[in-house]
């Protein structure tokens, strides 16, 4: 890892350029995995409101 780490410093990059780096590929992995994932209901949206059985709906009440 040391190696490495100076092999990129001879380039000018310097371990504060790579934690940006980080950020922004983490942020970008973040965005894939929402294209990505199933939206199988783990959305923000909220879920339609659904009858219980047995109750009258507000039209059914007379």
Same mark, same amino acid.
């Given at each position: 890892?040391? &190696? $490495?780490?100076?092999? $990129?410093? =001879?380039f000018g990059i310097e371990p504060r350029h790579l934690r940006v780096?980080?950020?922004a590929a983490d942020r970008e992995a973040g $965005?894939?995995?929402q294209v990505v994932?199933? &939206?199988g209901g783990?959305?923000? =949206?909220r879920?339609?409101?659904t009858r =219980?059985?047995?109750?009258?709906s507000w039209r059914g009440s007379r």
């Open positions: 890892m040391a &190696s $490495l780490i100076v092999e $990129l410093g =001879r780096m980080k950020a $965005l894939v995995d994932a199933p &939206s783990t959305g923000t =949206r879920p339609e409101p =219980r059985p047995g109750r009258r």
